[in-house]
């Protein structure tokens, strides 16, 4: 796709930026619909935010993703908020509407549409073990606790930053069953009747730890979930696998949320097998899944 006078730009703000995998994936989406459209990262270091979201405007961008270290910091600089994005305290994407921005938080969402997609699972009246009580988490949670799940439980190594997670959402779902663990023993109590177990913490990803699941305690029917992406076969993922137990890999919530972003831009259905496919080629990695590419 040639850039020319009439392309629509979007953009990426975050500080680091290099490492994002975004621009491979909008593009190569851009360029498989046909769209005239291009996306691009930029640097943007937290004093110059302001700035920037003002330029969203100047140069009448069609929208951007937001990332590290912004996505809190960025709600007061734009028009509207979207409900489920106020309540998470976090934009990750951003659409121009003539001027007037409006952002949302794709994270939650993309996240369970993976989960739907790729293994037909959603929360509803289900039992979901949430390790982590952070940024991914917190988005995790909520979207989760929209969807009427029977149970909730966060697992956090400082428990008492999961506790003050779950006081914060539970009293609007009265009829999901919210607790607080730490990672120790305590979660094995939970395991047994966990139907989603997901992953959200940093542990897993290279030299980091791995995540403390008591694996012996959890029914055969249990899905393990992780959002850690690289690497795509972290240590959480292989023990599950050697046990038979069905898994849902880190690269399905980064292509879902950034098929939501693309839905919100172009109005367009987005690509996702091509989105796929494209990440995991910047990844290094082959898709070997044997339906790849047939769910256009
Ligand atoms: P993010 O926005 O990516 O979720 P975050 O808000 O910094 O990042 O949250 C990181 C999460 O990973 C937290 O749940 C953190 O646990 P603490 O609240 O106890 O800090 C968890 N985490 C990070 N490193 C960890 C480790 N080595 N062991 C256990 N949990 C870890």
């Given amino acids: 796709m040639i850039t020319t006078g009439t392309t629509r730009v979007v953009g990426i703000f975050g500080d680091p930026i290099e490492h994002s995998l975004s621009p491979v994936i909008q593009n190569a989406a851009f360029a498989a619909a046909g769209l005239d459209y291009t996306y691009v990262p930029f640097h943007v270091i937290p004093k110059d ?3 920037a979201v003002q ?3 100047a140069l009448d961008l069609a929208g951007v993703n937001i990332t590290i270290p912004h996505k809190e910091a960025v709600l007061p600089l734009i028009d509207q908020v979207d409900d489920v994005a106020e309540e998470i305290g976090a934009v990750n994407t951003i659409i121009n509407r003539k001027g007037r921005l409006v952002g949302y938080n794709t994270d939650g969402v993309g996240y369970l549409l993976s989960l739907r997609d790729e293994l037909g699972f959603t ?3 289900k039992n979901i073990v949430i390790i982590g009580a952070g940024g991914a988490a917190r988005a995790i949670f909520y979207t989760t606790l929209l969807d009427a799940p029977a149970s ?3 697992a956090n190594r400082t428990p008492e930053r999961a506790k003050a997670l779950i006081d914060e959402f539970s009293p ?3 009829e999901v069953a919210v607790s607080s663990a730490g990672l120790g023993p305590g979660l094995s109590g939970y395991a ?3 139907d989603l177990v997901v992953n959200t913490t940093s542990l897993g990803m290279m030299g980091a730890g791995e995540v403390p699941l008591p694996f012996d305690a959890l029914s055969r029917s249990a899905i393990v979930s992780d959002i850690v992406y690289k690497p795509l076969e972290t240590p959480l993922i292989t023990q599950a696998e050697e046990l038979g137990l069905r898994t849902h890999k880190g690269l399905g919530m980064l292509i879902r949320q950034g098929a939501v972003g693309f839905e919100l831009w172009t ?3 987005a690509p996702v ?3 796929r496919m494209a990440a995991m080629a910047a990844l290094g990695l082959t898709d070997e899944r044997p339906d790849k590419g047939m769910h256009e």
């Fill in 172 to 174: 609007r779902f009265p």
């Fill in 152 to 154: 909730v439980v966060v």
């Fill in 273 to 275: 097998e091509i989105m």
């Fill in 267 to 269: 109005g367009r259905a």
């Fill in 123 to 125: 929360p509803r009246g």
């Fill in 49 to 51: 935010l302001a700035a």
């Fill in 55 to 57: 330029s969203i405007r």
């Fill in 192 to 194: 047994a009747s966990a």
